[in-house]
């Protein structure tokens, strides 16, 4: 699931957080509204990603704020070190 380049950059950015604001996400990204939606609910549906609603503190609009999961820094972790031991020319 992560290694399709949206998604392995939405793992990148809450893998250094505890958790990000949607509009956050979206914004570093540079993508619609529906394609940041549609990562993040691939993310969530396999458990590497949670989300969490709650107000904003200068509005009473409710946020959408995404963290990941142990199991998505786990998944993710080992992604990045298979992608190193590729770039490093390790033989499987």
């Known amino acids: 699931m992560i290694h399709e380049p949206m998604r392995?950059?939405?793992?990148g950015m809450l893998s250094v957080t505890e958790d990000l604001s949607f509009a956050a996400i979206r914004d570093t990204l540079c993508i619609n509204d529906a394609a940041c939606s549609k990562h993040l609910k691939t993310l969530i549906d396999c458990g590497y990603v949670v989300v969490d609603k709650r107000k904003a503190a200068d509005s009473e609009h409710l946020v959408r704020w995404y963290a990941m999961t142990s199991s998505g820094h786990a998944a993710f972790d080992a992604h990045i070190a298979e992608l190193k031991?590729?770039?490093?020319?390790?033989?499987?």
């Open 8 to 11: 392995l950059r939405i793992c």
């Open 85 to 92: 031991r590729i770039a490093a020319g390790i033989a499987s």
